[in-house]
């Protein structure tokens, strides 16, 4: 019988919480690395009892765990961040030159093909990759040495690289979206990146076409169609059809185009789903309301989903990486949210009831289909 | 042998209770038992001083006989009664509150 485990990363914990294909009764373990944020935890498609967790904290810095057990059990791995060569600036608050140095790992990406790969977003932006299983790491510094690496600025939240997309077609295709800085394609195995921001218009910048700054807060794609990618920027949700050549917007009639995350339907590439918070200054949901918005004309029209989670006196965030799609035969999603809840729909969501309330503030969702 | 109490989620982290001995070989100065933990205990690298850079991280101090030898040279000397075991070496959190 198949079944689903969900990954939870929250402020002061890893949670991992395993259900049937019912998706009603749950299991929740946890807290692994109690009282540590945990940005993220995410899980090999080619092994799935491997799983790499971002465990960290501002007085001790980063520690990569790993398990080879489904999240029973976790080890230490290697946690030495070092940037290639010589280590260059980018722009600090006040404008000043400020040299690129790692604080923590975002977002963990694990190979299609080889559990023992797997990279690493990290901030200060910089992409990682581990070929032993994330005893070690190097860096693959073409994404912070391009030209205009010397003009990011961080936004509120970090200089993050917080997305990280592997092409299942194109091999040596990736993607990654920095924040305050934009999305980026490489067509090499993460050698050398370009940006794909054409399309892209941003008010908060003194340009708003400029190739870069443009804050992305997130990108998705559907296995299936790897040209189509989805997403949601600081303001703006916006798609592409040519893997990121020219982007269009398909705002549409959300009721705000502010948020952060962005999901596609597992099994209807034109199936997306956000959550819209109020704006960038209240970073809570509109109205007091929680809902999730879901096209199936891959953008522009848009229905709440809300049955099931709550409409009034509601004031949560959802952060970028808190948002998963299961691939069972009815598409389960699933969300974190800043006041500790976790969300599940088993019916591609038209309807939602939650898996727990009271975790710490979620920072990441992920959930693995298992056989 | 040097003892050496740590932060709660170093302990955690370690699997080791309130204090850690250790056996340090020559002169007992902070590299010298810094080293020495990090080679007990390899999954507590970094955490004390970073990776990279090796240096102390900020919101951590270093005491040891009622002194902050936070800023004190790696290299220079621990007090006797560190050496000899009597008194302990604490890696202490900045406090969280609120």
Known sequence: MPKVRVLVGTHKGAFV????????????????FAGWDVYHMNASPVDPDRLYAAQSRGWFGQVVQRSDDGGKTWQPMGNEFKYEGKVNTH???????????????WHFEPSLSDPDTVYAGVEDAALFKSTDGAKTWEELPGIRTQESASSWAPGAGGLCLHTIILDPVKKDRMFAAISSAGAFRSEDAGKTWKPITKGLHSEIMPDPDAEVGHCVHRIAMHPSRPNVLFMQKHWDVMR?????????EISGNLPTDFGFVIDVHSHEPDTVYVIPIKSDSDHFVPDGKLRVYRSKTGGNE???LTKGLPQKDCYVNVLRDAMAVDSLESCGVYFGTTGGQVYVSADAGDSWSAIVNNLPSVLSVQVQTLS | MIRVVLPANLRTLAGVGREVELRVDGNVTQRSVLDALEA?????????????TKKRRPLLRFYACEEDHSEDSLDDPLPAEVASGREPYLIVGAIAGG
């Open chain 1, 302 to 304: 848009w229905e709440a």
């Open chain 2, 40 to 52: 007990e205990y390899p999954m507590l690298r970094g955490t004390v001083r970073d990776s990279v």
């Open chain 1, 240 to 248: 592409t059809d040519n893997a990121g050549d020219m982007w269009h």
């Open chain 1, 91 to 105: 722009k600090w608050y006040d404008n000043s030159d400020h040299p690129y140095e790692f604080l923590r790992v």
């Open chain 1, 17 to 32: 919480m395993t259900s049937d294909e019912r998706r009603k009764e749950w299991k929740v373990e946890g807290p692994h």
